[in-house]
């Protein structure tokens, strides 16, 4: 079993920044991605960005250049850096991680439990 925990939303005014956090841990043979998601009420969950073991990465185009996704392979951590946020931005906040957790694994999906980011003055 893989557990995936997020940390690091809040409150923070328009143009503000934030660090969200993510730790996976147990059973992990391989990680395959590592991403974040945002999901605001009454819309779809959306890719925010993601980063693959190779460290190439991908953003939605509404974060480019805003945006930042890393990992700490170490510890099994990825990192989204935000910076001049936007009150669009508000949403709850989703770690996914594709992981195989055995060597006879396929990959498979985990997701944390969300933390929220507010964007607002």
């Known amino acids: 079993q893989v557990q995936v925990v997020e940390s690091g939303g809040g409150l923070v005014q328009p143009g503000g920044s934030l660090r969200l956090s993510c730790a996976a841990s147990?059973?992990?043979?391989?990680?395959?991605?590592m991403g974040w998601y945002r999901q605001a009420p009454g819309k779809q969950r959306e890719l925010v960005a993601r980063?693959?073991?190779?460290?190439?990465?991908n953003y939605a185009e509404s974060v480019k250049g805003r945006f930042t996704i890393s990992k700490d392979n170490v510890k099994n951590m990825v990192y989204l850096q935000m910076n001049s946020l936007r009150p669009e931005d508000t949403s709850v906040y989703y770690c996914?991680?594709?992981?195989?957790?055995?060597?006879?694994?396929?990959?498979?999906?985990?997701w944390g439990q969300g933390t929220q980011v507010t964007v607002s003055s």
């Open positions: 147990g059973t992990i043979f391989r990680f395959v991605t």
């Open positions: 996914h991680t594709l992981v195989r957790p055995n060597s006879s694994d396929s990959p498979r999906d985990y």
């Open positions: 980063i693959t073991s190779g460290i190439s990465t």
